[in-house]
DNA sequence: CTGTTAGCGCCTTCAG
DNA sequence: CTGAAGGCGCTAACAG
């Protein structure tokens, strides 16, 4: 590895010189300038950031935690802030924690020991005592991503995931369904699964209807595993018309166990997803949603956490803007239910009861 | 920040016997230990990890360059990449070209400024000059993912792209097309979709065909660039009744154009994709196309990396098994043709004919 | 067993 | 305009 030393040698002057050179400093003659140059080109040098930053403590570099980079939503957001972050001169360093609570505070350990200059978080849970103290106590900026903060004084870039979906069980509603399911992964991953499913509530309540059931799923388990919890939740009497899933992800799979169990969708059961990502357009039927935007999310992030690194903005929480997505996987109820559809609500059918 | 100092002066030791616990050198009394261990835990002190690297050469960082996190198929790569990295208590630094080949490296520049121990590249044409200087002249162990290299001693983890699509385009003719097209992203950012294109050909020859075209479509263009180019090639006298496409994400955008224009696939036009993205399946009709182990090929790439990195393995070409994955997006020629179809094949329709 | 010391590669006053 | 020198946080001999 060459140093600045040998391009200072082969330049025939002092390491100073090559540093300033480098970093354009106005003071340095044409003629030496040249020179430098040459022999940095002739050597092929390349600066060692650690170094450079051991003296600036300026790493130019980004760190990154995200429960899983498959996950089309959050594979936008990366885009959007590797765009945003390269922009700036900014290298990322990305961290997935597999929805696994355990792993948010080591991976943030591990990027702040890196002396990133910033960190964009979208953790299981921001209400967890270890990330509340890092959140509180860290002097790296940092701003959570999808995630809705617990207290005042923390940047966050999110939707509003309560009134989301509470609009999205108000359209299943309006559709004429009134026995209505909410379905999600583990809410101990997921503040978001927890706080849309406070929204569904609202929805249900406001129009006089019980909450059926929220039921927690192994969303990153074995397909066996999922469909059995998916037929616990199906096959029964009385049957819920509609599925809500606190994502799209689960949504889509809900649609194939129910295929399998041979449900048609929708004329059997209703599904509808949260989150807008591409393949909802593109599968058949169309998968019903909220569309949050996933890339611009990431880019705002990204802009907020510049602006709370060069002190010219305070955290706070930014709600972009949500959108209902129609599609044919959530259709009108044929109802051959009696009028008062209350009557039919009940306590939960299967699994842990939630609320 | 809390450094090593203010650890050593808390526990009242020097520095040294800090860095001695903190890296489990053996020789410490388990008196200061504790006290050590103590103060690290009162300070919520966390080594630098710029200061330890720039000491001992090892930053405990893999540098990842990949040309969109969007595409599925990179998103699995990078997750397979980011789990075994992390099993083995490494960062992963992350770039992305977004395709375009300037950028390529720029950015590999950049990874190794920061002295990543490794690299792992998915670069748009491994035979570009700068890229093969790099690949020639680095110090630092680098393989290529996806690409094929060009030259000995360069290690890569890949598919036999040719072969595979070999295997489709004789699948595609088995089923009774004649007039089969070829289609891809811009050539020049992708030599697996040239390399394909390849094993396209010698399918078409090996069945006395002619191949009818190969057309660059813009691939991450308008959709509205988009729809008239699909538009030039199947709204033509003898249209095509299939086409292969370079890869999956190009093939879903083709169906999407083809049911613009009217078109059923696969009843007016069949279509294939390569890759193997889950999307594919849930589709319909669903995608015919090539799988290749996405993830378990950034894993191998990893395992391959560390091989070079400690020198218990030199650099090669591992390829891993592809295989056919039927869809109903590609389905048997209902053919009205006459029997001789090489009577049909012809030089390019439209566009720029390649090879 | 523990402290002292010499850098790693670079930037940045401070003199010259 | 340029060189010399100190030190960022840490590790690794080398003494003691």
């Not at 050179?21 to 300038?33: D, I, Y």
């Not at 899983?68 to 885009?79: G, K, M």
């Not at 990330?131 to 991503?145: H, Q, S, Y």
């Not at 379905?183 to 309540?205: K, L, Q, T």
């Amino acid at each position: 590895m060459t140093t600045i030393q040998d391009v200072a040698d082969r330049a025939g002057c002092a390491i100073s010189t090559v540093s300033r050179v480098l970093n354009g400093s106005p003071h340095t003659s044409e003629a030496t300038r040249e020179r430098v140059l040459q022999a940095v080109a002739d050597l092929g040098y390349r600066v060692n950031t650690l170094g450079r930053s051991l003296k600036t403590k300026q790493t130019r570099a980004l760190g990154v935690l995200i429960p899983s980079v498959t996950n089309p939503v959050f594979a936008s957001s990366l885009a959007g802030i590797e765009e945003a972050a390269r922009k700036r001169g900014f290298d990322i360093i990305v961290t997935t924690s597999n929805y696994a609570p355990e792993r948010d505070s080591a991976a943030i350990g591990a990027l702040s020991s890196r002396g990133v200059e910033g960190v964009l978080l979208t953790v299981t849970d921001p209400a967890e005592a270890e990330i509340r103290a890092f959140l509180r106590d860290t002097e790296v900026p940092c701003v959570l991503l999808y995630n809705q903060p617990v207290e005042k004084g923390v940047a966050a870039v999110t939707v509003d995931n309560r009134r989301a979906t509470l609009d999205l069980a108000r359209e299943a509603i309006r559709l004429g369904h009134r026995r209505i399911g909410y379905i999600s992964g583990a809410f101990g991953s997921s503040d978001r699964a927890r706080i849309r499913y406070e929204g569904y509530c609202a929805a249900m309540e406001e129009a006089g209807l019980e909450p059926l059931f929220a039921r927690e799923v192994p969303f990153v388990g074995r397909d066996i595993d999922f469909l059995a919890a998916v037929s616990a939740l199906v096959e029964v009497k009385d049957p819920p018309t509609a599925l809500l899933c606190s994502n799209d992800l689960l949504a889509i799979r809900v649609i194939g166990a129910a295929r399998t169990l041979g449900l048609s969708v929708p004329d059997d059961l209703s599904v509808a997803g949260f989150d807008g990502i591409d393949i909802g357009r593109m599968i058949a039927p169309s998968l019903a949603t909220i569309e949050q935007p996933a890339t611009a999310m990431g880019r705002t992030a990204v802009d907020l956490l510049f602006a709370l690194m060069n002190g010219s903005r305070d955290p706070e929480t930014v709600l972009m803007a949500h959108r209902f997505r129609p599609g044919g996987s959530l259709a009108a109820h044929r109802g051959e239910d009696q009028p008062d559809a209350r009557r039919d609500a009940r306590a939960p059918i299967n699994g842990k009861q939630n609320r």
